[in-house]
């Protein structure tokens, strides 16, 4: 069981590159999430899902797609990445419960 | 907008003191629950008060919650240097007439250091 796992560990994009960052949960999780974590801030949301092929917005979701075709994994997209989105991107996944668990992190710089 | 402020920004004790972080919010909440980091890693999930408890505890961890002033804090006694680490508070508004679909709002956090 590995719980969260998140890849890649760590990428730099030019400005204007666009990338995937895939997280994948085995915990038959419905709920999964995708945050961002600024130095200074806490975690803020940028998309989440309630459950397959379903994803929504959360508070700082401009510049990014999502999307959920299988219950397991949950992909954030970036289309055309600017330097304001340099940062760690956290996925946390859980049940019906609240604890939400989270993967690793990637740390993303947009140069 | 951050829904959770956390005092101090930063706590530097020694091996065996208690640590005390706190956290206010503006909204009223279901629950608050607090995370831990370690440097460079995802967080974990320590403790969660619900808006009708008081007070709880997990082992050296001590949570109480004061709804009318939205505040809680957290107390960790006995400290090891193994404590060291970020620590957030995170709150799952009310939402009449709604579900919150577990959407967590978190704290800026507090840094911790536990020196040997």
């Known amino acids: 069981n590995a719980g969260v796992t998140q890849t890649p560990k760590f990428r730099v994009l030019k400005t204007g590159q666009s990338m995937t960052l895939l997280c994948a949960q085995d915990?038959?999780?419905?709920?999964m999430y995708w945050y961002r974590q600024d130095p200074g801030m806490g975690l803020r949301l940028i998309h989440y899902?309630?459950?397959?092929?379903?994803?929504a917005k959360g508070e700082v979701p401009d510049g990014y797609n999502v999307s959920r075709l299988k219950k397991q994994n949950f992909l954030l997209g970036l289309e055309s990445a600017a330097p304001s989105q340099t940062s760690v991107y956290f996925c946390?996944?859980?049940?019906?419960?609240?604890?939400?668990?989270f993967g690793p992190g990637t740390r993303l710089l947009v140069l | 907008s951050q829904q959770g402020e956390e005092d101090p920004q930063a706590l530097s004790i020694q091996e065996g003191e208690n640590a005390t972080m706190n956290c206010s919010y503006k909204?009223?909440?279901?629950?608050l629950q607090w995370y831990r980091q370690n440097s460079g890693r995802g967080l974990v999930h320590l403790i969660l008060?619900?808006?009708?408890?008081r007070e709880k505890h997990s082992g050296r961890l001590r949570v109480t919650l004061d709804t009318s002033k939205k505040s809680s804090s957290l107390l960790i006694t006995a400290s090891r240097a193994a404590d060291t680490a970020s620590y957030f508070c995170?709150?799952?508004?009310?939402?009449?007439?709604?579900?919150?679909?577990?959407?967590?709002?978190f704290g800026q956090g507090t840094i911790l250091t536990v020196h040997p």
């Open positions: 946390a996944s859980k049940l019906d419960g609240e604890t939400q668990y």
């Open positions: 915990m038959n999780h419905e709920y």
């Open positions: 899902s309630v459950g397959e092929g379903t994803t």
């Open positions: 909204t009223s909440i279901n629950n």
């Open positions: 008060i619900r808006s009708n408890e």
């Open positions: 995170a709150t799952i508004p009310t939402n009449a007439g709604g579900t919150s679909y577990g959407k967590l709002t």
